[in-house]
């Protein structure tokens, strides 16, 4: 059985709880100029994705634009994960792009939903259903996320059926009832491109079952190969499999300032404190960390980010800080510090270290002039020499360097 | 390569490395995979590249011919640079080593022998019983002395040596003896194509080096180097 989360709206649900933005503001987040999600009232007036802010702020000028922060957005997600991962390994999850592209939305469907499925393979049915309520509340202890469960055998059905379950509920669709439930559900669930979804929508085909009806050749005809897929998952049958996302392992600190903060010199004792803390942890866990990142949210709701990869595994505070004071230096500090999230990234075991078996080794000099005292002593030796510096800087060459001989 | 040959060469590279080793075959021109191989950076990223294994063999002869001022010497000592912390030798049959230009392309004077031998032979005894104590090692010979005998027996002495040992022999000459041709595993032939001036002034050369033997990867291929003669030699060419 498959368990599908969906968290509807939930770039908005973060910015609403980190921004303490009240419920009845309605919400957009951009990413330069245009919209890149969108809270559900805004949805409502017809805001979408893509949108300029300009327009946007026509259909709803009361609403408060910030800008999108895809670095939180991702790790919430990968929190969502871990609390997830309790239960089973096998979580598939969007991962969120990057950057917001111009064309291609951050999340999947219309309700820029965060989505997740489970697959507790061959749990049986019974316990499927307090299984995901379960799910389902602990991501809301753990996260405050509050999301709907759909319960499957396939993904796609599942899905469908968290898409249309309300919030903080459960909705299992039997084996051999898919199709009957898919039926009368609107196209656009399907996962599709924008062009196939218009096509669709010109051809008349609306719901789910209207395209299931159709001949796999005709959807193959009008679609290409996503049709064939497509028409399948309109049948109820998925073929596709939960791919285990990768969880990483990371150490994380998060500090948020009241006021901005303006001087550099605070910031970098921040940093020191934050490295400190980093340290214990990595000790206390007994890691060591590798890909360090600092992130800076600025007043006015941009954000700055660098990234370095250490050349070796560390824990110490001292090379955590000088790594973090570097960083700061490379970042390009418009506006006051509001927040600072250093996330150390790559976690390995300690491993034990090499120590110089033997310290007392002659050095490479004295090792070859060993060598060259049984050569030496021969009658017809060639002359060697040490080449030694005289004067580097003096105007004729032949007085840099001078030679040596090696003497037996 | 359509899917089905592609698979079936996969499968018959794991089928050979199970058999026999996993560096028994590696894919020419794969120089992102760290190689296997031991060996030092000649300092030029394009002539690493082109080498395959990413630099000059350690354990192995590498002959470079060409004319003075043609940039062998250059690479030879480029080379010695690479080898920090260890005891360089330079064996200096011709009596041209300037050790101030070594100095300016790096290499560490104080870990420095010099020895110039009156013969190939000399040479080649000291070098038997030196290669297990250094780093790199470049024999630099003239012309006359090559086309004299070398001693065979003198001369598998010391590759069986150099085998042993982990140190890099770099012969330095006008033209290939033959003879040392045959026990080299890299062979570079340098060639100036023109003087970089600057004004009236010649501030660097161009240089196309032609790799006539590589153990380890392709051989005739070419690699263009530009090397300046201010204070520190500069890197590849175009």
Redesign the interface.
């Not at chain 1, 649900?13 to 245009?34: D, F, H, W, Y």
């Not at chain 1, 002659?362 to 060259?372: A, D, M, Y």
């Not at chain 2, 698979?7 to 021109?29: D, N, S, T």
């Given at each position: 059985m498959i368990v599908c989360l969906v968290l509807p709206y939930f770039a908005t649900t973060l910015a609403r709880q980190e921004r303490s933005v009240p419920q009845a503001v309605p919400l957009i987040l951009r990413s330069g100029e245009k919209v890149a999600a969108t809270c559900e009232s805004a949805a409502v007036r017809e805001v979408v994705f893509g949108m300029t802010i300009q327009q946007a702020k026509w259909l709803c000028p009361e609403a408060q634009v910030i800008p999108i922060n895809l670095q939180t957005i991702r790790q919430r997600t990968e929190e969502v994960l871990h609390s997830l991962s309790r239960f089973t390994h096998l979580i598939e999850t969007e991962r969120i792009a990057a950057k917001t592209k111009t064309r291609a939305a951050p999340f999947p469907d219309a309700r820029q939903s965060a989505v997740f499925y489970v697959d507790l393979e061959r749990l049986a049915r019974e316990e499927t259903m307090p299984l995901a309520q379960h799910m389902g509340v602990t991501v809301r202890q753990e996260t405050a996320f509050e999301g709907a469960c759909g319960v499957a055998t396939t993904k796609f059905p599942a899905y469908a059926a968290a898409s249309e379950t309300r919030t903080g509920h459960v909705r299992v669709i039997e084996k051999g009832e898919e199709w009957a439930f898919l039926a009368a559900l609107p196209i656009t669930l399907l996962p599709m491109k924008a062009e196939t979804r218009r096509r669709l929508l010109l051809l008349g085909i609306e719901t789910l079952g209207a395209f299931a009806s159709l001949p796999v050749a005709a959807a193959a005809a009008q679609c290409g190969k996503e049709g064939i897929l497509l028409h399948q998952l309109a049948r109820g049958i998925d073929p596709r499999r939960v791919i285990p996302a990768t969880l990483q392992v990371v150490e994380r600190v998060t500090r948020a300032f009241e006021l901005p903060l303006s001087d550099g010199q605070i910031v970098g004792a921040i940093l020191r404190s934050v490295s400190a803390e980093l340290s214990a942890r990595l000790q206390a866990s007994g890691c060591m960390g590798k890909t360090l990142h600092l992130h800076l949210m600025l007043e006015g709701g941009d954000s700055v980010q660098q990234k370095t990869t250490l050349r070796q595994s560390v824990s110490s505070s001292r090379y955590l800080t000088e790594a973090l004071l570097r960083l700061l230096a490379r970042l390009s500090i418009s506006s006051g510090v509001c927040g600072l999230v250093v996330t150390l990234a790559d976690l390995v075991p300690f491993s034990g270290q090499q120590l110089e078996l033997f310290p007392d080794q002659p050095k490479p000099r004295e090792r070859l002039h060993k060598r060259l005292s049984s050569l030496l002593t021969r009658p017809d030796a060639p002359p060697c020499f040490w080449i030694t510096t005289q004067d580097r800087a003096a105007r004729r060459i032949e007085q840099r360097y001078g030679l040596e001989r090696v003497l037996p | 390569m359509n899917k089905d040959k592609k698979q079936r060469l996969e499968e018959a590279i794991v089928a050979i490395r199970r058999e026999y080793g996993e560096e028994v075959l590696r894919p020419l021109g794969d120089s992102g995979a760290e190689s296997a191989v031991p060996h030092l950076s000649t300092g030029f990223a394009t002539l690493d590249r082109a080498l395959g294994i990413g630099g000059l063999p350690k354990g192995h002869l590498t002959q470079l011919s060409g004319i003075p001022t043609s940039g062998a010497m250059t690479l030879a000592c480029k080379v010695l640079a690479q080898a920090t912390?260890?005891?360089v030798?330079c064996i200096d049959l011709s009596r041209t080593f300037d050790?101030?230009y070594a100095?300016r392309c790096g290499v560490a004077?104080?870990?420095?022998?010099?020895?110039?031998?009156?013969t190939l032979d000399?040479?080649l005894e000291?070098l038997t019983?030196?290669v297990?104590?250094?780093?790199a090692v470049v024999l630099v010979m003239d012309t006359v002395e090559g086309k004299r005998r070398v001693n065979t027996p003198a001369l598998k002495r010391l590759m069986a040596a150099l085998h042993r040992s982990r140190c890099a022999l770099l012969l330095v000459e006008r033209a290939g003896t033959p003879l040392l041709s045959e026990k080299a595993a890299v062979r570079l032939h340098f060639q100036r194509e023109r003087w970089l001036r600057q004004r009236q002034d010649v501030n660097g050369y161009r240089t196309q080096v032609r790799i006539l033997k590589n153990q380890w990867g392709r051989s005739d291929q070419s690699v263009r180097l530009v090397i300046g003669f201010s204070t520190v030699v500069q890197g590849d060419g175009a």
């Amino acid at each position: 059985m498959i368990v599908c989360l969906v968290l509807p709206y939930f770039a908005t649900t973060l910015a609403r709880q980190e921004r303490s933005v009240p419920q009845a503001v309605p919400l957009i987040l951009r990413s330069g100029e245009k919209v890149a999600a969108t809270c559900e009232s805004a949805a409502v007036r017809e805001v979408v994705f893509g949108m300029t802010i300009q327009q946007a702020k026509w259909l709803c000028p009361e609403a408060q634009v910030i800008p999108i922060n895809l670095q939180t957005i991702r790790q919430r997600t990968e929190e969502v994960l871990h609390s997830l991962s309790r239960f089973t390994h096998l979580i598939e999850t969007e991962r969120i792009a990057a950057k917001t592209k111009t064309r291609a939305a951050p999340f999947p469907d219309a309700r820029q939903s965060a989505v997740f499925y489970v697959d507790l393979e061959r749990l049986a049915r019974e316990e499927t259903m307090p299984l995901a309520q379960h799910m389902g509340v602990t991501v809301r202890q753990e996260t405050a996320f509050e999301g709907a469960c759909g319960v499957a055998t396939t993904k796609f059905p599942a899905y469908a059926a968290a898409s249309e379950t309300r919030t903080g509920h459960v909705r299992v669709i039997e084996k051999g009832e898919e199709w009957a439930f898919l039926a009368a559900l609107p196209i656009t669930l399907l996962p599709m491109k924008a062009e196939t979804r218009r096509r669709l929508l010109l051809l008349g085909i609306e719901t789910l079952g209207a395209f299931a009806s159709l001949p796999v050749a005709a959807a193959a005809a009008q679609c290409g190969k996503e049709g064939i897929l497509l028409h399948q998952l309109a049948r109820g049958i998925d073929p596709r499999r939960v791919i285990p996302a990768t969880l990483q392992v990371v150490e994380r600190v998060t500090r948020a300032f009241e006021l901005p903060l303006s001087d550099g010199q605070i910031v970098g004792a921040i940093l020191r404190s934050v490295s400190a803390e980093l340290s214990a942890r990595l000790q206390a866990s007994g890691c060591m960390g590798k890909t360090l990142h600092l992130h800076l949210m600025l007043e006015g709701g941009d954000s700055v980010q660098q990234k370095t990869t250490l050349r070796q595994s560390v824990s110490s505070s001292r090379y955590l800080t000088e790594a973090l004071l570097r960083l700061l230096a490379r970042l390009s500090i418009s506006s006051g510090v509001c927040g600072l999230v250093v996330t150390l990234a790559d976690l390995v075991p300690f491993s034990g270290q090499q120590l110089e078996l033997f310290p007392d080794q002659p050095k490479p000099r004295e090792r070859l002039h060993k060598r060259l005292s049984s050569l030496l002593t021969r009658p017809d030796a060639p002359p060697c020499f040490w080449i030694t510096t005289q004067d580097r800087a003096a105007r004729r060459i032949e007085q840099r360097y001078g030679l040596e001989r090696v003497l037996p | 390569m359509n899917k089905d040959k592609k698979q079936r060469l996969e499968e018959a590279i794991v089928a050979i490395r199970r058999e026999y080793g996993e560096e028994v075959l590696r894919p020419l021109g794969d120089s992102g995979a760290e190689s296997a191989v031991p060996h030092l950076s000649t300092g030029f990223a394009t002539l690493d590249r082109a080498l395959g294994i990413g630099g000059l063999p350690k354990g192995h002869l590498t002959q470079l011919s060409g004319i003075p001022t043609s940039g062998a010497m250059t690479l030879a000592c480029k080379v010695l640079a690479q080898a920090t912390g260890e005891a360089v030798v330079c064996i200096d049959l011709s009596r041209t080593f300037d050790v101030d230009y070594a100095a300016r392309c790096g290499v560490a004077t104080d870990n420095l022998l010099l020895i110039q031998p009156p013969t190939l032979d000399h040479a080649l005894e000291t070098l038997t019983a030196l290669v297990d104590t250094a780093a790199a090692v470049v024999l630099v010979m003239d012309t006359v002395e090559g086309k004299r005998r070398v001693n065979t027996p003198a001369l598998k002495r010391l590759m069986a040596a150099l085998h042993r040992s982990r140190c890099a022999l770099l012969l330095v000459e006008r033209a290939g003896t033959p003879l040392l041709s045959e026990k080299a595993a890299v062979r570079l032939h340098f060639q100036r194509e023109r003087w970089l001036r600057q004004r009236q002034d010649v501030n660097g050369y161009r240089t196309q080096v032609r790799i006539l033997k590589n153990q380890w990867g392709r051989s005739d291929q070419s690699v263009r180097l530009v090397i300046g003669f201010s204070t520190v030699v500069q890197g590849d060419g175009a």
